[in-house]
């Protein structure tokens, strides 16, 4: 099959005419960027089309859509034991056209595939209808697809397969982005990834993203990948400390992927050794 070469775009970014992939390592992942794609649909009047494995699956971020605007697909009736591409195309197809009937200048799709991969010939008959669907999209003025699969169900040869079949990677929305930093979720590990420059100005944007991811988890740690950040002041390490120390006995603050120099300027002043703060040995 022919090869595309990805590009990593946050869920806002999102464009008809954009078939994306996501690979979420957990349900918290998913629920952010599905979620997130969803209400943003909803919020802008779009028609949202939901393909399921079972009809009791949940849509993240719609939990009172609008009537009518959410329209869900259950595909177990249509595939039985084996997964038949060509049913699940028609099935999307018929329903965009509706769709398009009613008057939605936009459509979105999204569909989790990956129960799919786990059926005979799975893999081969996805990449298939991927392709078409690829096909489909890329021309489209109205539609913008995700299409859904966990990598916890995923072999890496599957994955990469995947990636292949897919011309958009789509990740979650910064949690905060400036022409100076940008703060962004990860999910495994769990914390935030800092890209850019981390100056005074910028640290009580850091300690409310914190503040609020804290308060959305229980006893967890978090990590900081501090490997895309250029610079950090003193004032801000303090602040990271002063974090770590309230959450001492709660899960520790993992500071990731450090550069040498920052690593020598912790153990040097001493935080290193801080209650709830550690320092990974991954650079």
């Given amino acids: 099959m ?24 957990n349900d918290e992942e998913q629920r952010n960027v599905v979620g997130s794609f969803v209400r943003a649909g909803l919020a802008a009047g779009d028609k949202v089309i939901y393909l399921a494995e079972t009809a009791h699956a949940r849509v993240p971020g719609a939990p009172n859509p609008p009537p009518g605007r959410l329209s869900m697909v259950a595909l177990d009736g249509f595939n039985g034991r084996s997964f038949q591409p060509r049913v699940v195309l028609d099935a999307l197809v018929e329903e965009i056209r509706r769709a398009e009937d009613e008057g939605y200048g936009t459509i979105r799709v999204t569909a989790d595939m990956t129960w799919a991969v786990r ?18 999209i890329a021309p489209s003025t109205s539609v913008i697809a995700i299409c859904e699969y966990d990598r916890r169900h995923c072999s890496p040869e599957e994955l990469g397969a995947l990636h292949q079949a897919h011309g958009i990677v789509v990740v979650p929305d910064p949690e905060f982005e400036d022409s100076v930093l940008r703060i962004v979720r990860t999910f495994d590990p769990t914390g935030l990834a800092l890209i850019g420059e981390l100056d005074a100005s910028r640290h009580m944007v850091l300690d409310g993203v914190l503040a609020r ?13 501090l490997s895309g950040l250029g610079f950090i002041d003193l004032g801000a390490i303090n602040m990271l400390a002063d974090v770590a120390a309230r959450r001492a006995g709660h899960g520790p603050l993992v500071l990731d992927r450090m550069s040498p120099q920052f690593r020598t300027v912790m153990e040097t002043v001493g935080w290193h050794m801080l209650p709830g703060l550690r320092l990974s040995d991954d650079q």
């Fill in 119 to 136: 059926r005979p010939n799975g893999l081969e008959l996805l990449l298939g209808s991927e392709l078409r669907i690829e096909h489909a």
């Fill in 213 to 225: 991811l804290v308060s959305s988890i229980n006893g967890s740690e978090i990590h900081l990948d």
């Fill in 2 to 25: 022919e090869t595309l070469v990805s590009v990593r775009r946050p869920v806002r970014e999102l464009r008809p005419g954009d078939h994306a992939l996501l690979t979420f390592a």
